[in-house]
């Protein structure tokens, strides 16, 4: 078993560039599977969520060609399967989910077995369902996987998301490219991340609209071909490291960032007591002040994100006053605030709200990351605490961040990866 170990109590200065956007590219990994030409994507992160998205391309079919380490030569003109049909590899990522869109546009039909990733409550899929059903697909379910059928292919339609959902407006888009006609989606995600889909989607000959507003317009092309594309960086990445300096002091830069798209959360953090200036691609942040208390809600871009809402309660631990979270988009999003307390967090979570009682000082201890984002608010939490952190269940950080402890190092924190036996191991020397 592979542990992050902390020694916290250090500022944090520096520079730390900021890796491409893994909810985009997860999305345009999948996306590939439309085209019949070669894809060349470049600033793709070195994540185990990539890895799946391409090993499930590669088992589809797709020759796939290592440029460099973040760049990708993708040739799907040769696919040869429409399912995707590995259990165990599609429960390693949510994402996986995104080639029932794809498949079924180009291929009519399409078999995806569930997935997996994060748990965070209930993460149905029926806004997904409802999309491709409007298009003219049947789904059904068969062993345990998502079954889409069009045999007098797809045709372009109006669908009205009940929420604006990323997952289900990113697979409809990547269902609504090849069909007949015009299809609109109201109310959906706006996202940079499904900007950024669309714009690849773009560059391949694809005809969408709209994307980042209320409505997207969709007119379905006959073929997508190949393109070059360059991913966008990440916004939570960036605001995992934009955390990290409120926690723990310093000042740090934080390059290869679209200031636009931090200004979703730039606006609490500066209310906590830090500053970010924007330097065009880059900003600098400086806590520049003790922790002031705050309170927000998570929402639909352009609210507050959902994936910030950890890190945030992990600095809002240590502030000054009581701060009150409001999490409306995931269910079980506050499963982490036990390790936290483990910590000496003063955190009451009653269903989606949470009450966060600040402290002086958190002091280390051995916790266990439950989720991706639950796993940075934990390594943010050890690096501002006093004495050393252990954090265990580290598949799900580095299922998002690329580097992660490298880049915090250079930042100047005391974190390292260790191994350690397993109990099991434990047990047989025992034995």
């Known amino acids: ?77 040769r696919l040869r399967s429409s399912k995707v049909l590995d259990d165990e590899l599609a429960r390693q990522n949510r994402a996986s989910y995104y080639f029932i869109g794809s498949l079924l546009g180009r291929y009519k039909t399409s078999q995806v077995c569930m997935p997996g990733g994060c748990n ?12 491709f059903e409007a298009l003219g697909a049947n789904i059904s379910t068969k062993n345990g996987c998502v079954v889409a059928e069009a045999p007098a292919g797809l045709r372009g339609a109006h669908i009205y998301l009940d929420m604006p959902s990323v997952g289900a407006t990113i697979n409809i888009m990547l269902a609504a490219v090849r069909a007949q006609g015009m299809t609109y989606i ?62 723990c002091g310093g000042e740090i830069t934080v390059n290869n960032v679209i200031p636009k798209h931090l200004d979703c959360f730039a606006t609490k953090f500066t209310e906590m007591g830090v500053e970010i200036t924007d330097l065009g691609d880059a900003v600098f942040v400086k806590r520049v002040k003790s922790l002031s208390r705050a309170n927000f809600k998570t929402l639909p871009y352009p609210g507050f994100p959902t994936d910030m809402q950890a890190p945030a309660v992990a600095v809002l631990s240590i502030a000054d006053g009581t701060s009150i979270i ?35 000082c958190l002091t280390g201890a051995k916790i266990h990351a439950c989720d991706l984002r639950a796993g940075a608010a934990l390594v943010i939490a050890g690096l501002a605490a006093s004495g050393i952190t252990e954090i265990s269940g580290i598949a799900h950080i580095e299922r998002g961040y690329e580097l992660f402890v490298e880049k915090l190092r250079n930042l100047g924190a005391d974190i390292r990866r260790e191994e350690y036996p397993d109990i099991e191991d434990i047990e047989g020397i025992n034995a």
């Not at 965070?120 to 999309?131: M, T, Y």
């Not at 507003?213 to 393109?227: A, E, M, S």
């Open 120 to 131: 965070l409550g209930v993460r149905a899929i029926d806004q997904h369902i409802k999309g």
């Open 326 to 360: 409001n999490e409306t988009i995931f269910s079980s999003r506050f499963r982490y605030v036990d390790e936290l307390r483990r910590m000496g967090a003063r955190i009451q979570a009653d269903g989606q709200i949470a009450i966060v009682e600040g402290v002086l």
């Open 186 to 247: 109201e109310n959906p995600a706006k996202e940079p991340h499904v900007v950024d889909l669309a714009n690849f989607l773009n560059t391949c000959g694809a005809d969408v609209r709209g994307a980042g507003t209320d409505v997207i317009k969709i007119r379905g092309v006959r073929t997508l071909h190949g393109c070059n594309y360059s991913i966008i960086p990440d916004q939570i990445e960036a605001g995992t490291y934009i955390a990290a300096v409120a926690a």
């Open 1 to 77: 078993m592979t542990k992050y170990v902390i020694q916290g109590g250090r500022r944090l200065h520096g520079q730390v560039a900021v890796s491409s956007a893994k909810n985009a590219a997860v999305a345009i990994l999948a996306g590939t599977a439309l085209t019949e030409g070669l894809c060349v994507i470049d600033n793709l992160p070195r994540i185990s969520d990539i890895t799946v998205q391409l090993e499930i391309l590669r088992r589809l079919g797709a020759r796939i060609r290592m440029l460099n380490a973040n760049a990708m030569e993708i040739d799907c003109s």
